[in-house]
């Protein structure tokens, strides 16, 4: 079993930044797809940017521009650099990692960690 451990939430008023990660651990796995989702009150979960293995990104049209994902493959770890923050960008911040074990696709999800803009 892979498991997550998220860190680098915390409070910042508009226009600030914040540097989420992520990392992996766990025995006899290799790592596909790393992203991270967020969650607002009352929201569902919504996917925010991923990076593939060759390090193609995606973004939600909401975050593009402002925020930058990235990996260290050696360190088994995904950020997310999140820049000029706005109150809207407030949510549990979750990440997800797709990964190998034998042959096998799995999904494996953070703890969460809560991101708080301030107007």
């Known amino acids: 079993q892979v498991q997550l451990v998220e860190s680098g939430g915390g409070l910042v008023q508009a226009g600030g930044s914040l540097r989420l990660s992520c990392a992996a651990s766990?025995?006899?796995?290799?790592?596909?797809?790393m992203g991270w989702y967020r969650q607002a009150p009352g929201n569902q979960r919504e996917f925010v940017a991923d990076?593939?293995?060759?390090?193609?990104?995606l973004y939600a049209d909401s975050v593009k521009g402002r925020f930058i994902i990235s990996r260290d493959n050696a360190k088994n770890t995904v950020y997310l650099q999140m820049n000029d923050l706005k109150p809207e960008d407030t949510a549990v911040y979750y990440c997800?990692?797709?990964?190998?074990?034998?042959?096998?696709?799995?999904?494996?999800w953070g703890q969460g960690t809560q991101v708080t803009v301030s107007s």
């Open positions: 997800k990692l797709n990964y190998w074990r034998y042959e096998s696709l799995y999904d494996s």
């Open positions: 766990g025995s006899d796995f290799s790592i596909n797809t």
């Open positions: 990076i593939t293995p060759g390090d193609s990104e």
